[in-house]
């Protein structure tokens, strides 16, 4: 496999600084892309994942769908409620 050096990152992905690089790798395991740190920078590396997602998703997160669900059946208990009144 090899070792995983920045500087090739980095040259695969010009847009991203190196300050942004160890921040995008580590919400990358974080979400569970990738199961290491170094297998997260040899999927940018690649260019397997979009660094732009992964900046996009950390700027404004998305919900999971759980949560999502909870509050639609929170909201639709509610409604009932208000008919009924």
Do not use: W
């Amino acid at each position: 496999m090899g070792r995983v050096f920045a500087d090739t990152v980095l040259k695969a992905n010009p847009d991203i600084t190196r300050f942004e690089l160890i921040y995008i790798a580590a919400k990358m395991h974080k979400m569970n892309l990738r199961p290491s740190l170094v297998e997260c920078l040899r999927a940018l590396e690649n260019n397997e994942v979009d660094p732009k997602d992964i900046i996009e998703e950390m700027i404004s997160p998305s919900k999971p769908e759980i949560e999502e669900q909870e509050e639609s059946k929170i909201r639709g208990s509610q409604n009932i409620v208000d008919e009924k009144k």
